[in-house]
């Protein structure tokens, strides 16, 4: 094991577990207000870090809106089989697809991602949307837009634009996915590489 | 994992990734648009050396359900009419572009040989081959008994394994592939498994399995067991001496309809009966057990096509540039030749 | 003096691995031995090989192979066969008779002794077949064959089982009048209906159909009481299984008439390598396991089996490129049978040089009754002679072989010891480890002079 805490990249913390909770909690009133209301309110998170922004989005929108059952309208929507580059990468296994009871036929679906870049995985989640039901209205929510987009894709909800050198890798680690190399809880997104 | 040629070689994480990823592909069975894009652009063949309507099909619906393109080959070639070489096949089929092809072969090994030459850089899947292996069968089967196993313990199926269950395999082991496969991977998986046959119908050296062997059915079934599967008998087994009669075969070893009572008054309630199909009702199974709830021929059938998906995924989806570890070091000799009959002789 | 066959004098050698002498050929014969060689007079302007290092040995006799011709000149000929025996250190072959048509006839093993005599390269032996057609039901003219210009002495209807146990008595009884010798391939035909590879923990988990090894000890238990019986000679070929061993030193205990063969696969493979599925493994009788290659080492260090016989089985590459089921049964073996016995029996310390000639040349020659090959590296003796050289180590690869068979099952692997040169009747068929040319039988007038 030759690996160190601090490892020879360069890495920076541009959010913290209090920018994050303050970012979601934006969104989620920003969300609220784009639909008027929850009515028809479905966030689908994209695995593995999109799903529990996901549910941390729909448990600030109940607190917000005493009505909405914070289980209730959140779920997860796995891309992996509809990506465009399954045969350049190793291969990945399949996360479970779990839509809400309600389904999202005619429902005001937003996807919610934890870093939007090239845009292709966004463009994956729309076919498999399209596979499983027709919704009124798609969004998309993430938590960091790094820029560098390769299709005409844009965030309705944004966390924080980050410009970034596409040499640079935008982490977000999260309580639910992820932990430090300490073991302690960690709620961050660093910047690597780059000068 | 570049090839699915046995189960005798097969991870516990390989074994469980596939199980796992078949539970993800088993939820597109429910959906509106039953396909996935996945393997769009790819090139499924199908290369049949001996007629399996029932395996062919659930292949083939697997392949569509991934949007793979599917070629079915039946070739003509038993051990008595010799048609096209294995090897001028083979290359015909990687000259057409095939990433992957499923073989179902009379002989024990020709999947071994498409992977370990160079006549073809598919992907290799073994849709059974002679008497020795039908690894996706034995997945399927496990597939189904994992299912029921996590239900029973009120847990979810995704990353369990057998660790516990008790399976009875009962029939002709000697020639069933079947057998073979479900022994390697119900033993990674962590099932105890109980061979029950007659002592003829064992091959010699079964005594190295990682199984127990046992030639009497109702102490098996008294013991305690949490699934039977039933093995495909040939009646025509009896006229080479393996058996006296058929009729003493099914009292002994078949699943009478004695042995599906026998179920309840030893309170095993959630035993279940497989079979891999196709059954000889009356022989080794019969009807009441086979159309009985504890029956799980038709979830095996289903399960089958989910389990098919998930191989054919993982084996095609990933980047096949990169480079693999290859089961089994083939050693081959550098010299082809193109003359295309084979014939036997001794030396 | 015209010499016929030129004069050579092998300097240094160590004759059968013992002291270094020198030893001066001329005329076809060991015109002497020692320090009397480089004295002799004929030792002037004779070609000197220098052969420190190497160990002279009698050149080798091989009492199994097929050569296939006529018939199958596809898969190997005379011509192609005999290179490779040279080359592997021999100086007499056994051709087998499973030839198409088969040699069950003086005019079928005529042929192939003159296309051996033809070829120069060793000598030719034909094996004459026990029945006519290999069919195992009548017998073949084995007198016809026994004084033809063949002399055949060595009967067998290798690669099919002489299974009819009255015919099989017969035979035994019939060579008698010529002093020949059944040699039998040992496989019950019924407990090996459709077997593909020795039947164990292997074989049980590959799913290819066994081959008992009681198949074949049932058969050379029958045989050698057979064999007592009428009190015949009976040669069991390419014993195979730890069974088979006991069964034949019991015999020898006896004082039954038997002698064994054992192939070099059978000396260093076992069947593990079927799991690979490459039918460069299928041959008959099948790779064995590991406690089988112990029984049949031990055997042939203690004088159980007598012999070492390549069963040498070429097949055209088709015939192996194919599903395990549909492969031809056999492999090469003339090219590396003196490496894989130097390998598994002088290295392991279970023989000497001098035991390797013994199962190699001199009890081989006595089985075919030869008699001018297998004979002592003494003066006056015929110069059929190998240098080897034991500390030579070399990759085993089948496309560069001299037979036109590419099956050999020792592809890739690191053997010891080399063939430096082959003196066949005093001729160099091998030299430098390289083909020289084939020898040339003298012209009639030198012929009647000397």
């Known amino acids: 094991m030759t690996a160190v805490t601090n490892a020879p990249v360069p890495a920076r913390v541009v ?13 989620a009133h920003e969300i609220l207000e784009a639909n008027k209301g929850s009515k028809d309110l479905v966030l689908l998170g994209i695995p593995r870090r999109g799903y529990p922004l996901a549910v941390r989005l729909a448990h600030k929108i109940a607190a917000a809106d005493p009505t909405v059952d914070a289980t209730a309208i959140v779920g997860q929507l796995d891309v992996t089989m509809f990506r465009d580059d399954l045969s350049h990468q190793p291969t990945r296994p399949p996360y479970p697809t779990q839509l809400p009871r309600t389904g999202i036929d005619n429902k005001v679906v937003v996807l919610i991602d934890d870093v939007l870049y090239s845009g292709r995985t966004i463009r994956a989640a729309l076919d498999a949307i399209i596979d499983l039901g027709r919704p009124r209205i798609v969004r998309l929510a993430v938590l960091i837009d790094r820029g560098h987009r390769e299709l005409p894709i844009r965030a309705d909800h944004v966390g924080k634009n980050l410009p970034t050198s596409s040499v640079e890798k935008v982490r977000v680690r999260l309580e639910e996915t992820d932990t430090a190399a300490d073991g302690s809880v960690v709620n961050e997104v660093v910047i690597e590489g780059g000068a | ?140 089967d496990a597939f189904t008994m994992r299912r029921h196993w996590s239900k029973l313990a009120g847990t979810a199926s995704i990353g369990a394994d057998l660790k516990g269950m008790r399976v009875a395999i009962a029939g002709d082991v000697l020639h069933s592939r079947v057998a073979r496969s479900n022994v390697w991977l119900l033993r990674t998986l962590g099932a105890d498994v109980t061979l029950v046959a007659p002592p003829t119908l064992l091959p010699i050296g079964v005594e190295h399995w990682p199984c127990k062997v046992s030639y009497n059915l109702d102490e098996t079934l008294a013991r305690g067991v949490d699934a039977v599967m039933m093995l495909r008998v040939q009646g025509e087994r009896m ?109 | 003096m015209a010499k016929n066959n030129g004069t050579y004098l092998i300097r240094g050698a160590s004759i059968l691995g013992a002291g270094a002498e020198d030893l001066l050929i001329s005329d076809g014969v060991i015109a002497a031995r020692g320090a009397a060689a480089a004295a002799h007079n004929d030792a002037h302007g004779a070609t000197v090989i220098e052969a420190a290092g190497l160990v002279a040995l009698p050149g080798m006799v091989d009492v199994h192979t097929h050569l296939r011709e006529p018939g199958r000149e596809d898969a190997e000929t005379v011509e192609t066969g005999t290179r490779a025996a040279a080359l592997g250190g021999f100086t007499a072959v056994h051709a087998m008779a499973n030839s198409n048509p088969v040699a069950d006839t003086a005019g079928v093993v005529e042929q192939v002794h003159s296309l051996g005599r033809a070829a120069g390269w060793v000598d030719v032996r034909p094996v004459g077949a026990v029945t006519v057609g290999l069919a195992g039901e009548q017998l073949a003219e084995l007198g016809a064959m026994a004084d033809s210009r063949a002399q055949v002495r060595m009967f067998s209807d290798d690669g099919l089982c002489v299974h009819d146990p009255v015919l099989m008595r017969r035979a035994l009884e019939y060579v008698k009048a010529f002093d020949g010798v059944v040699a039998q391939h040992a496989q019950e035909p019924r407990l090996t209906a459709g077997a593909q590879m020795n039947e164990g923990a292997v074989s049980a988990v590959l799913g290819l159909t066994g081959w008992p090894a009681v ?108 599903e395990w089921a549909q492969a031809a049964m056999g492999m090469t073996g003339l090219e590396t049978a003196l490496s894989v016995v130097q390998h598994s029996m002088i290295e392991t310390g279970l023989m000497t040089w001098a035991d390797f000639a013994r199962v190699t040349s001199f009890a081989a020659a006595r089985i075919g009754r030869l008699t001018d090959q297998g004979r002592p590296l003494e003066t006056g003796e015929p110069a059929n002679i190998i240098l080897v050289d034991p500390a030579a180590r070399w990759t085993v690869d089948p496309a560069r072989m001299a037979t036109m068979g590419r099956n050999s099952p020792f592809a890739g692997l690191e053997l010891p010891g080399q063939v430096v040169a082959t003196f066949y009747k005093g001729h160099p068929t091998v030299l430098d480890g390289k083909l020289n040319t084939p020898y040339r039988e003298p012209a009639a007038s030198a012929a009647g002079a000397s």
């Open chain 1, 15 to 27: 959010l913290n577990q209090a920018d994050i909770d303050r970012a979601l909690t934006r969104i």
């Open chain 2, 1 to 140: 994992m570049k090839h699915l040629l046995s189960t005798e070689d097969l991870s516990l994480a390989n074994a469980i990734r596939i199980l796992d990823t078949a539970e993800e592909m088993a939820a597109v069975g429910d959906r509106e648009v039953k396909k996935l894009p996945a393997l769009r652009g790819r090139t499924v063949v199908n290369l049949f050396f001996e007629d399996s309507t029932r395996t062919r099909i659930s292949f083939e619906a697997a392949a569509k359900r991934l949007s793979a393109d599917v070629i079915n080959f039946a070739a003509k070639g038993s051990s008595v009419s010799k048609g096209e070489s294995l090897k001028d096949t083979a290359q015909t089929l990687a000259a057409m572009g095939a990433d992957a092809v499923v073989i179902r072969h009379w002989a024990s090994g020709a999947p071994h040989r498409l992977a370990a030459t160079d006549w073809i850089d598919a992907a290799v899947i073994n849709a059974g081959d002679g008497t020795h292996e039908h690894p996706t069968q034995a997945l399927l």
């Open chain 2, 239 to 347: 006229n080479a001496s393996f058996f006296p009669s058929t009729r003493e075969y099914s009292r002994r070893w078949g699943f009478d309809d004695n042995r599906l009572r026998a179920l309840d008054s030893l309170g095993l309630k959630d035993t279940i009966i497989m079979h891999p199909g196709p059954m000889n009702r009356g022989l080794e199974i019969s009807a009441a057990a086979a159309d009985s709830p504890r029956s799980t021929v038709l979830a095996q059938v289903r399960n089958g096509v989910s389990v098919r998906m998930a191989a054919l995924y993982l084996l095609l989806s990933g980047d096949t540039r990169e480079p693999a570890a290859t089961a089994g070091a083939a050693r081959t000799n550098a010299a082809h030749s193109n003359a295309a009959h084979s014939t036997k002789e001794s030396n």
């Open chain 3, 215 to 322: 198949a074949e000890e049932s058969i050379i238990a029958r045989d050698v009481l057979l064999a007592q019986h009428v009190n015949s000679r009976l040669h069991v070929c390419h014993v195979s299984t730890a069974g088979s061993v006991e069964i034949i030193r019991w015999a020898k205990e006896r004082g039954i008439n038997v002698t064994a063969e054992v192939t070099p696969h059978h000396l260093l493979l076992t069947d593990d390598l079927v799991r690979s599925y490459n039918p460069v493994y299928k041959v008959n009788p099948p790779l064995r396991t590991d406690a089988d290659v112990q029984a049949l080492r031990a055997g042939l260090a203690d004088g159980t089996i007598d012999v070492v016989g390549t069963d040498h089985a070429p097949h055209p590459s088709e015939h192996k490129e194919c």
